[in-house]
């Protein structure tokens, strides 16, 4: 395998982690974009979401692509129920406060399933395994369906966003929460769907990359991070931002990892906080889109 | 009648005389440690009190190592929230990588005593004893904080908690990957010295200074500047503050003492590897014992990390396999409905009382006095 051939599969497996990324990612940001709150429990959501695959996977033979079909909705409903209990208290209040509340959420949850499952690394079992080989050049199978989830999740995210009356809606509330009040739409029912969707989404990502890598309980803290560098990178809410930073990202991860041997592979959230910090220590808006104009969702 | 309840619960706890009569109880508790051991290795009693002091010591065992090892463990809490209190607390930067400085230190002390197990570790900083090495832990932790600082504390907010997040994140994994710096999977071992008395009286001492320290520097210009960053950060600039080095000035003194409790805390345990030392749980203790005790006060950070600690205790003792999950919801429930700590619930009595003056003399010294503030 030569130089370019070595290269080009390095980028291709940047890519195709990217699209998990840009889907793992959007929960995050348009919580954030929507409600202003910083949802620290991210990771641990998404870590509930590769558990939820793991059991249905292990206890009932499920292939984990059709687990989507389970966790999809069962993740909703927990972030409508999480929105309404919790959530819905600390809209208002600073930032510090949404802070502390979903890290301390992130704790709980990340024990309880380590109660429940132990603290042992778990790995889903997918059929859909294997290579596609180009020459020099191999499609990891498994990879390239997740990218395939993963932008038709997208996709779906932005119609929705776009057309429906109910994404309009959320739309609306990210831009002027009283005007919205105002012409009709109620907030508290916005807020709790779109908590419901984002934790879908991120329950989803979750089962995404449960066949590519071992999952534990607290794994959680590395993907808030991730989801939060790429949100610097792409502004917030901003899903063709969110593939763009999620390959970046990836794209990162992958060359370190190749072309810095035996410690590069480890480097993946060093490399993710050291472009968060560069990011945000040069450019604070951002790079694609603004943090602070979280008010355009496209 | 709550009021009235508070009002005597505030009575005890801040009067000075209860605070120093605590504090003797506290300085004297190791020697019963000691008389314990002592009657333990006496061949013959001479006389019928010895007798009778020493039966008493060794049936009831009022002070056991075991005893000395938590209060040690109170006390390293409260001087990591005290320190954390000092960014976190006065200059409203909310640090969820504090813990950092606390492995950084670990590791800087159990490197300079000579237990990396790399070949190639360069002598000079190695086999050093244990007062300088604590020092250098402290210092190793304050040169890191300047560098990380420098950059993490031009970020405002939310930004900043999680670039500080990212750090602890980022240099765990970086002294994972580092077998050389960090023993990898095999961690480190210091040299053993088994002395709990020790490590007792020092972490006692260096609660007292933190807390003095912090104390005096809420009274203070620097003090007064920092709170100042809090409230109003343009302001404060404009006002002729230089906002970005009193934020890595008090950034670098927490590190530093941060630093040096890591270090202790290294010898005293005799093993670190790097998820004992960059635990996330610290970071949370930090940050859940000031908040219970109250941001921004000088005795908060005391009060919430003794409460919290002999309740967890408790959690503990009852419910192990819980602890953890209990801790989460308590940092929920603390942030939901005591924001602003016990202090803010002392805070609300009507001033007046002495009982308030006690406070607002532990709290702060008006800066309104001193021309240049």
Not at chain 1, 26 to 52: E, R, T
Not at chain 2, 44 to 55: D, E, I, M, N, R
Not at chain 2, 177 to 202: A, D, E, Q
Request: glycine letters at 10%.
């Amino acid at each position: 395998m030569d130089f370019s051939d070595l290269l080009i599969q390095t980028l291709i497996n940047g890519i195709l982690i990217g699209g998990l990324y840009a889907v793992m990612m959007l929960g995050f940001s348009v919580i954030w974009g929507v409600m202003g709150v910083i949802n620290l429990a991210h990771g641990d959501f998404l870590m509930v979401g590769a558990y939820l695959t793991w059991v249905l996977n292990r206890e009932y033979g499920m292939e984990p692509f059709l687990a989507l079909l389970i966790v999809l909705p069962v993740m909703f409903v927990v972030g409508w129920i999480t929105q309404k209990i919790l959530i819905n208290r600390i809209i208002e209040k600073p930032h510090l406060i949404a802070l502390l509340v979903t890290y301390g959420l992130g704790i709980a949850m990340a024990n309880t399933v380590k109660l429940i499952y132990t603290a042992n690394p778990r790995l889903t079992t997918t059929q859909f395994s294997g290579f596609w080989e180009f020459g020099e050049v191999v499609l990891p199978v498994t990879k390239t369906l997740v990218l395939v989830a993963a932008l038709l999740m997208m996709i779906g995210l932005y119609v929705f966003l776009r057309y429906s009356n109910l994404g309009k809606s959320i739309r609306a509330a990210a831009q002027n929460k009283e005007a919205a009040r105002m012409v009709g739409i109620e907030i508290d029912r916005v807020y709790a769907v779109t908590f419901g969707i984002c934790l879908a989404l991120t329950g989803a990502a979750g089962m995404l990359l449960s066949p590519l890598g071992s999952i534990q309980p607290f794994m959680g803290s590395v993907w808030t991070l991730k989801a939060f560098a790429i949100t610097a990178m792409s502004g917030l809410g901003n899903i063709p931002g969110a593939l763009l930073g999620g390959i970046v990202l990836g794209l990162v991860e992958n060359l370190l990892a190749t072309f810095i041997p035996t410690v590069g592979s480890n480097f993946g959230i060093i490399a993710s906080f050291a472009l968060l910090v560069v990011v945000l220590v040069t450019r604070p808006q951002g790079l694609f889109g603004g943090l602070k104009a979280a008010q355009e969702i496209r | 009648m709550a009021r009235k309840t508070i009002a005597v619960i505030q009575s005890i706890i801040f009067n000075r005389n209860v605070i120093l009569v605590a504090l003797v109880v506290l300085a004297l508790m190791p020697t019963l440690f000691y008389a314990t051991e002592w009657c333990k290795d006496a061949e013959a009693f001479t006389s019928s009190l010895q007798t009778s002091v020493c039966g008493y010591l060794m049936e009831e065992k009022p002070v056991t190592g075991a005893l000395l090892l938590r209060f040690t463990q109170m006390f390293i809490l409260i001087i990591l929230a005290s320190n954390w209190n000092l960014t976190g607390g006065f200059s409203g930067y909310i640090d969820f990588g504090h813990a950092v400085f606390f492995g950084m230190g670990s590791f800087g002390t159990a490197l300079l005593m000579g237990s990396s197990r790399w070949e190639g570790w360069p002598d000079i900083i190695s086999d050093w004893s244990f007062w300088p090495a604590m020092l250098g832990g402290g210092i190793v932790s304050a040169v890191f904080a300047v560098l990380i600082g420098w950059a993490t504390l031009r970020l405002k907010g939310p930004y900043f908690s999680i670039a500080m997040l990212g750090t602890l994140v980022a240099m765990r994994e970086f002294m994972r990957l580092n077998s050389n710096l960090s023993g990898g999977g095999l961690g480190l071992s210091l040299p053993v010295y088994l002395n709990r008395p020790l490590f007792y009286y020092l972490s006692f001492a260096i609660m007292i200074f933190v807390v003095l320290l912090i104390r005096w520097l809420r009274t203070t210009e620097f003090g007064a500047s920092l709170v100042a960053i809090r409230e109003d950060e343009v302001g404060a600039e404009m006002r002729g503050i230089n906002t970005t080095l009193h934020k890595i000035t008090a950034f670098t003194i927490a590190a530093f003492l941060t630093g040096i409790v890591g270090g202790m805390w290294a010898y005293q345990n005799t093993f670190i590897d790097v998820n004992i030392v960059f635990e996330q749980r610290r970071t949370i203790d930090m940050v859940m014992m000031s908040m219970l005790g109250g941001l921004g006060t000088v005795a908060g950070p005391v009060i919430g990390s003794a409460l919290l600690y002999w309740l967890r205790d408790i959690v503990w003792a009852n419910f192990l396999l819980f602890h953890q999950i209990f801790e989460g919801i308590l940092l929920i429930i603390i942030v939901l409905f005591v924001p602003d700590g016990i202090m803010g619930i002392f805070k609300t009595e009507d001033s007046g009382t002495s009982l308030a003056g006690v406070i607002r003399g532990w709290r702060r010294k008006s800066p309104e006095g001193s021309e240049s503030a």
